[in-house]
């Protein structure tokens, strides 16, 4: 009987991004081999594997997230506009070609099973919280006020993968790290490390910026 967790995926490793499930990813496909790689996820399942390459390396993440094509459109010379949809995690176990584009055969991966969850919703709760407090903290210091989506995912594992897609800055390795974490409590322990010391930092960047301008006002 054919293991149903391991399949053959088509890959697409792109410089320093990296894709978390329920995400969307708009693409623009214009190299050759992925043109054929496009028209063969079309004619399959639409699905395709984004994994994080690193230039600096030129080693490719050894976890990525299955993209599921959902909208696309291609011009007449050939390059397409595609919008896609993050699915699930994957592991890939061994590369079997390389041409025309690359293939690997890959498990896919989940969270471990929660075991004391009144605890993860305290955490979750925790790090709502900050997430709040850095958004509003930054839009104090730049004077144009930004707010969350309505629908911010209020359950742990979707809200520990929508943070870790929209981390800002140069964080790219810890993007990738947070996306191999199979514990959702670990997840969300990071990233409210994360959050709150930029929660402290940016109060403080407040109080000093209020000090001065009061100084000048006197």
């Known amino acids: 009987m054919a293991d149903l967790s391991v399949r053959e995926l088509p890959l697409f490793p792109l410089p320093d991004v990296v894709l978390f499930p ?34 600096q390396n030129q080693a490719m993440a050894a976890v990525g997230c299955c993209a599921e094509v959902l909208q696309h459109q291609t011009a007449e ?50 790090v709502d919280h900050a997430l709040r407090d850095v958004v509003e903290l930054t839009g104090k210091l730049t004077g144009s006020p930004a707010s969350l989506p309505d629908d911010l995912p209020d359950l742990p594992r979707e809200l520990s993968f929508w943070i870790g897609a929209h981390l800002g800055g140069p964080v790219a390795d810890q993007q990738q790290e947070l996306l191999e974490l199979t514990s959702t ?18 109060a403080a960047r407040t109080v000093l910026r209020d000090t001065l301008a009061n100084s000048e006002g006197c």
């Not at 043109?35 to 639409?46: G, I, N, P, Q």
């Open 185 to 202: 409590r670990e997840r969300l322990e990071q990233e409210f490390a994360m959050l709150d010391e930029t929660r402290r930092q940016l």
């Open 77 to 126: 010379d050939g390059r397409s506009n595609i919008v896609t949809l993050g699915q699930q995690r994957f592991r890939v176990l061994d590369v079997v070609r390389e041409t025309p584009f690359r293939t690997a055969m890959v498990t896919w991966i989940e969270d471990e099973p929660v075991t004391a969850e009144s605890d993860l919703e305290s955490l979750t709760r925790s």
């Open 22 to 55: 329920r995400e969307v990813l708009p693409l623009h496909i214009f190299e050759s081999r992925y043109r054929m790689m496009l028209k063969s996820v079309l004619e399959d399942d639409r699905r395709f594997g984004v994994v994080r390459w690193d230039p």
